[in-house]
């Protein structure tokens, strides 16, 4: 999918958008508006750089897919792609922690979306073993789910960090390289839990849960690393 810059100017003139959130410092302005559009109102998001140019992150999304925009935390209170709702949902408590990192997160969850769009196959087979409780008894049907899932996981990260580099905002969001990589262990931390809980289900005769647990992170920190170069 294209990454496209858009010209300087503001969207809020129109009357028929309304500001939501707006993050403002040296590093630009992030903005999230609600914008009618025949009839329909949609969340947009938008980053302004500080040489005045604009990124309309809604332009990486899927023709058929759309942001939300969580203000209350009542939607489940985290950052996510839904999707049977084709929907990524932004979470605002989210943002007034994390700030301008932030953006590292809504990036990957366009990259879900992405993935799902482009590997569809993949990514429903990988919802359908999420789903299927025989995986928690049959070793071979959860080897099979955490290499989708790690897979899953290393694309949209990847895809993030290349956002982020095509935008120039990787060195001003992460310091280094390793501060990076802990923001994204934290990240991982749901995933992590809920293969610990899985694996704890599997036969004694299966390998180590640790062992496997150790092996999705380093995949999915090897995929990062090697994006954030």
Sequence with gaps: MKFEKQNSGSV???DNTQLLYRLEDKIGTLEIIQRLD?????????IKDEQGNIFELNNLLPNDCHFYFDYTGAYGGYARYEHDKKEVVINQNEIDIEKWQYLTTILHEIGHAVRADVKKEEVEEMLSLEN????????????RFCKLKSQDERDAWAFAIKTLKKMKLAQKLFSNQEELKDFIRKRLKTHKDSIIWKANQIPLDFYPQEKLIEELSQLFIKEVNDSYK
Excluded: A, G, M
């Design 12 to 14: 809020l003139e129109n």
């Design 38 to 46: 025949q009839d329909t109102t949609i969340d947009v998001v938008r």
């Design 132 to 143: 299927r409780r025989e995986i928690e008894k049959d070793p071979e049907l959860f080897k």
